[in-house]
């Protein structure tokens, strides 16, 4: 997952054209590898399920931190917008992009997973 967000943010300083939306994609993958680990910490296996439903799953697999969720289901519904813009929506900004990568990180080295035994 650090491999992908550091990526993610040399994209964003590179200022090539379309490089926002890159490093969006590289920090949904990134989101979605960190989802797998905390979800595998608590002894859960999603792996044929969609995000939508790993999300909901990583809800009822940490009651006790509903941060950790909401953050993760808010940066993955934006980080889906930005990826999948439609001709209508404005594109990512390198501010929204370095947020949402600063949300990711937190997810990363904020809130630890318990050891599956812990369960």
């Known amino acids: 997952m650090t491999d992908l967000l550091t990526r993610a943010r040399a994209q964003l300083d590179s200022g090539e054209p379309h490089a926002v939306r890159r490093a969006c994609w590289l920090t949904r993958a990134a989101l979605e ?12 296996s999603a792996a044929g399920a969609s995000e939508r439903s790993r999300l909901t799953c990583l809800e009822g697999a940490y009651p006790e ?3 950790l ?6 940066a993955w519904s934006r980080l889906s917008e930005t990826c ?3 001709a209508y929506h404005l594109a990512p900004t390198r501010a929204e992009a370095s ?5 990711v ?6 809130p630890e997973p318990a050891a599956s035994g812990d369960t």
């Open 105 to 110: 990180e937190w997810l990363r080295i904020g």
């Open 65 to 67: 931190n509903r941060e």
């Open 99 to 103: 947020h949402l990568i600063e949300v």
């Open 69 to 74: 969720s909401g953050q993760a289901e808010y």
């Open 84 to 86: 999948h813009q439609h």
């Open 33 to 44: 590898e960190r989802v797998q680990v905390l979800l595998a910490a608590k002894g859960i």
